[in-house]
């Protein structure tokens, strides 16, 4: 009876350990890799500017090409082209094109008539855009993307230095009313945080094609997309994941070297597209599924016991008091953050929406496990 009293007192105690180990790793990512973003300063300016080629891929993206093919040809920069892949459009794509190559003599369109089914996705017309790309800097983005500015390649191309050979960027999407657009640059942001972040600290796993610069000739010496060319997606994630090492690559965050896109306007398209993206994550080298991998579980059971502490009536104030210091670092340097990425507007509502991406992240891993994500398009 004794030896069962004394272990239902230790519980209160066992917990609250427990407890604190998933605050401290959580405070550990805060403060030695997110603060890396929260302090940057900036890329050393490069030298010199050096020709880029410029490779969207288009499938069907008439009205989107229309509207933002004109702001990529129209930027600021001495010597650049621009390469559209059009792929197996049946719309007014090749016609658009056509008409615009009037106009803008360093536009070249490369037309895919049959939908070849060598890659999974854009990774088949984006090998042919790369191979067919006159300068070794290869600057990427989407046909729904629009640079943030006429100095877009200028930004983009400055953080080449020596031994640089990738350059990562930030792509949000724009601001509208409601919850879900905060929810969707929530997450755009805080995935942005933790990929700058992690690359900042020397361990580069993932780009976004929305805004990706590398030069081509890692493309060839790494053999561009063949080792993962049976996985859907992964044509930028999984080739950074690959290629991107601490001495090869820098991030771009100035607001003048974004590109923005449109998001989502549909809770069940934006979960799809979720969908796809967190399975393609599976397929990370190992050390950065485990480092990303204890950040997602360290904060689901953090909530867990914090929650289950305060029902039960445990150390009710110790577990009070570390959920403010968290709540505080995570203030301090999240907003910094999301200030170095103008998303200023998000800062008030980080603890809440942290939560419901965390609860929808989990049930989306879950659903992964037992039901494919949809083809890309």
């Known amino acids: 009876m004794l030896d069962l009293l004394v272990n239902i007192d230790t519980v209160p105690l066992v917990l609250?350990?427990?407890?604190?180990?998933?605050?401290?790793?959580?405070?550990?990512?805060?403060?030695?890799?997110?603060?890396?973003?929260?302090?940057?300063?900036?890329?050393?300016?490069?030298?010199?500017?050096?020709g880029v080629s410029v490779v969207i891929c288009a499938r069907n993206e008439y009205y989107n090409l229309k509207a933002n093919l004109p702001l990529v040809l129209d930027q600021d920069y001495p010597e650049f082209e621009v390469l559209v892949v059009n792929h197996a459009s049946?719309?007014?794509?090749?016609?658009?094109?056509?008409?615009?190559?009037?106009?803008?003599?360093?536009?070249?369109?490369?037309?895919?008539?049959?939908?070849?089914?060598?890659?999974?996705?854009?990774?088949?017309?984006?090998?042919?855009g790369i191979k067919s790309a006159k300068y070794d800097q290869i600057l990427l983005t989407d046909a729904d993307?629009?640079?943030?500015?006429?100095?877009?390649?200028?930004?983009?191309?400055?953080?080449?230095?020596?031994?640089?050979?990738?350059?990562?960027?930030?792509?949000?999407?724009?601001?509208?009313?409601?919850?879900?657009?905060?929810?969707?640059?929530?997450?755009?942001a805080h995935i942005a945080v933790q990929y700058l972040s992690?690359?900042?600290?020397?361990?580069?796993?993932?780009?976004?094609?929305?805004?990706?610069?590398?030069?081509?000739?890692?493309?060839?010496?790494?053999?561009?997309?063949?080792?993962?060319?049976?996985?859907?997606?992964?044509?930028?994630?999984?080739?950074?994941?690959?290629?991107?090492?601490?001495?090869?690559?820098?991030?771009?965050?100035t607001e003048n070297s974004y590109t923005l896109s449109e998001p989502k306007k549909t809770f069940g398209q934006w979960i799809t597209q979720k969908r796809r993206h967190l399975s393609t994550s599976m397929h990370y080298r190992f050390r950065h599924k485990f480092l990303l991998g204890l950040y997602s579980f360290s904060l689901l059971f953090y909530y867990l016991f914090f929650l289950l502490m305060l029902s039960l009536n445990y150390s009710i104030f110790p577990v009070l008091g570390l959920f403010v210091?968290?709540?505080?670092?995570?203030?301090?340097?999240?907003?910094?953050?999301?200030?170095?990425?103008?998303?200023?507007?998000?800062?008030l509502f980080i603890p809440l929406l942290e939560i419901v991406l965390l609860l929808l992240n989990t049930g989306i891993g879950i659903t992964n496990l037992f039901r494919e994500p949809n083809k890309w398009k």
Request: one cysteine or more.
């Open 198 to 253: 992690y690359a900042l600290a020397g361990l580069p796993y993932m780009g976004v094609g929305r805004n990706l610069s590398y030069h081509r000739s890692v493309f060839y010496d790494n053999g561009g997309f063949i080792p993962h060319y049976r996985i859907r997606s992964g044509d930028d994630d999984l080739f950074i994941n690959r290629v991107a090492k601490k001495a090869n690559t820098a991030v771009v965050v």
């Open 90 to 128: 049946d719309d007014e794509t090749l016609n658009l094109l056509s008409d615009l190559q009037r106009e803008y003599p360093h536009l070249k369109s490369i037309e895919i008539q049959k939908d070849l089914n060598f890659f999974s996705g854009k990774k088949f017309p984006l090998s042919i």
């Open 325 to 347: 210091i968290r709540l505080a670092i995570q203030y301090l340097i999240l907003s910094r953050c999301f200030k170095q990425l103008h998303e200023k507007d998000l800062i």
């Open 145 to 188: 993307c629009r640079p943030s500015s006429r100095n877009w390649i200028t930004e983009m191309q400055s953080a080449y230095s020596k031994g640089i050979k990738v350059t990562l960027g930030y792509s949000p999407y724009t601001q509208n009313k409601g919850l879900l657009n905060k929810l969707i640059r929530f997450d755009t």
């Open 16 to 50: 609250l350990i427990v407890f604190c180990c998933f605050f401290l790793i959580q405070i550990t990512y805060y403060l030695l890799i997110f603060l890396r973003l929260a302090r940057y300063k900036g890329a050393r300016p490069g030298q010199s500017k050096t």
